[in-house]
């Protein structure tokens, strides 16, 4: 036992460690489960849940990019009514922190999935996901707008008591913006980033990899741009940051850190190795001890500039 | 399922553009089932970022065979790779085919490439049943037979074998079958496996077929792999949900 302590706190939210698993990137936490041993991490955040199950996007939904991938999944999610009945028991027995990530089509309907979630004890956090770039309702995607975000939070949080983090949009002139009007309408946290909007077409048949025609655009592709968004936010707004985008290794998680996140999710990496977290929880626990650092959140915007 | 660091063992070319990897893969060649793949990281940079899924072509002792071809980047690199070289491997992941049951023959179609599953559910089967194969491919230089047995071949350009589609070959050969009980596993490309579809609903045979699809993660979080239903209501996942399906089950 090296006796440093890697617990962090993300506002009101205590974690035993900063590694999170991003949500889409863990499902319902069975199925990663073979692989890993998910109590030893800081937590998971649960695939995005509507309040009605929702089928997702036709396939091809994912395609590989330098260093990438993109996905246009859709939201596919089992509803609240199922994620209670069905996963929640599993969820329970984890010993892990639960972060239920929300989306919804209407700020009635956030509003609506959070005060149903609510009751449910095992969930000790909400992440808002007001930035998937791949559903779009009446042609508007939340996130991208500064007035829906601020309205989200203000209604969400009536609803919660429970921490609530907003996960930002990086598709955006000036992310920190975003995340001061989620610290003024109450918000504990923000999350930061989700995906870029990007594309990749066949040359052969001039056609779109994907049926979606735009996707996300997740991995180590992104990591300077998360940084960089962590970065101005860190420096701007005075709120927690969770951050993610491209974390591969306990290098990666580290260097977010410096630049000002409490605690990073990773994503893409579980899709290649479902056990990363914990290696990359024992790799920053050795970098805390090689550099004198006792306790892991000290680390939290320690950069030099 | 494990993630294995497996040993490359050898590798064979098959022909022109087709390899046989075999790595020492001790938990997954256990614990495999014919129609079952793994997903291979091929290299530990992030490109390729993504791990490759293969069927598993054979299990021997504690190795692991897969049969691919160079189709972009990833399976490029992997035919580079030499003896002794290093292989992260995830699997054995999806359900595999269903092998048991009562019938007497078990009839295997493979097109191209399809063939990889085969000489696993071939090895496993023989004991205890029938069993014959039949192999279609666009021409002679294509048709892959490796560790099959019973093999008849149907080309689409006549130059070896049947002239014309396996399913058409197909059709003849179970004619000649008609009195014993059968169970169809098929593998290939997706206008063979709409074609077999097509006969075997409409003339209700028992038939199990092994799709393919882009995927990500090969264990069902990233529901990158989707496969509609046959009532069209609702997707499988490729990966968790098969490879292996009832050609009743799924929409192709």
């Known amino acids: 036992m090296s006796g440093i302590d890697l617990s962090v706190k993300v506002g009101s939210l205590k974690l035993k460690n900063p590694i999170l698993l991003a949500s889409g990137t863990v499902g319902y936490g069975n199925e990663i489960a073979q692989f890993t041993d998910l109590s030893k991490l800081g937590g998971i955040v649960t695939k995005s849940l509507s309040l009605k199950p929702r089928k997702g996007n036709p396939p091809q939904r994912i395609t590989e990019t330098p260093s990438g991938m993109l996905n246009a999944i859709g939201l596919a999610n089992v509803g609240v009514e199922v994620f209670i009945k069905e996963k929640i028991p599993f969820l329970k027995k984890l010993n892990t922190t639960l972060i239920c990530n929300i989306a919804a089509s209407s700020i009635e309907e956030y509003v609506e999935c959070t005060k149903i979630l609510n009751d449910e004890e095992t969930i000790q956090a909400f ?4 930035s998937c770039p791949n559903v779009k309702e009446g042609g508007l995607v939340f996130g991208n707008d500064i007035k829906s975000v601020g309205r989200i939070t203000e209604q969400v949080r009536k609803a919660t008591n429970k921490p609530l983090i907003i996960k930002l949009s990086p598709n955006v002139p000036k992310i920190s913006d975003f995340a001061e009007v989620v610290m003024k309408e109450g918000g504990d946290a923000v999350s930061a980033i989700n995906t870029l909007v990007g594309t990749s077409f066949d040359i052969k048949t001039r056609r779109p990899k994907i049926k979606n025609i735009t996707g996300g655009l997740s991995g180590p592709a992104i990591k300077p741009i998360a940084l960089a968004k962590v970065l ?3 420096r701007n707004v005075d709120i927690p940051i969770i951050g993610i985008g491209g974390i591969m290794d306990w290098k990666d998680a580290i260097e977010f850190m410096i630049v000002g996140a409490s605690a990073v999710q990773l994503g893409t990496v579980n899709f290649i190795n479902p056990n990363a977290g914990i290696e990359i ?3 920053m626990e050795s970098y805390c001890e090689q550099y004198s650092v006792n306790r892991i959140e000290e680390l939290t915007g320690s950069f030099q500039l | 399922m494990y993630i294995e660091k497996s040993r490359v063992e050898s590798q064979t070319k098959i022909n022109d553009n087709t390899f046989l990897l075999k790595v020492k893969s001790p938990s997954i060649a256990i614990s ?7 997903n291979v990281k091929v290299s530990e940079n992030t490109t390729p970022l993504l791990r490759r899924p293969f069927s598993i072509c054979d299990v021997e002792g504690e190795s692991v065979y897969f049969l691919f071809d160079i189709h972009g980047e990833g399976t490029k690199i992997l035919s580079q790779k030499k003896i002794g070289d290093k292989l992260e491997i995830l699997g054995p992941l999806g359900n595999g085919f269903q092998f048991q049951g009562d ?7 493979a097109g191209g490439l399809g063939s990889a599953p085969f000489p696993f559910l071939t090895k496993k ?3 205890y049943k029938d069993v014959i194969s039949l192999v279609g491919a666009r021409n002679k230089d294509l048709v892959i037979t490796h560790n099959l047995r019973n093999v008849s071949v149907a080309t689409d350009d006549g130059s070896i074998g049947f002239h014309g589609t396996v399913i058409d070959l197909l059709k003849r050969k179970i004619e000649a079958l008609s009195k014993n ?3 169809i596993f098929a593998c290939g490309p997706n206008p063979m496996l709409k074609a077999l579809q097509l006969y075997c609903n409409e003339s209700n045979l028992d038939c199990q077929i092994s799709l393919e699809s882009v995927m990500a993660c090969g264990f069902g979080i990233c529901q990158g792999c989707p496969i509609d239903s046959a009532d069209g209501e609702s997707y499988l996942l490729v990966c968790k949900d098969g490879p292996v399906f009832d050609s009743k089950a799924v929409r192709l």
């Open chain 2, 181 to 183: 009980k059968f169970r």
């Open chain 1, 127 to 130: 992440e808002i996901n007001v």
């Open chain 1, 281 to 283: 929880i024992d790799g």
């Open chain 1, 232 to 234: 101005e936010i860190k």
């Open chain 2, 125 to 127: 089967l023989s004991d």
């Open chain 2, 32 to 38: 495999a089932s014919p129609g079952q793949f793994c």
């Open chain 2, 103 to 109: 019938y007497e023959t078990a009839i295997i179609i």
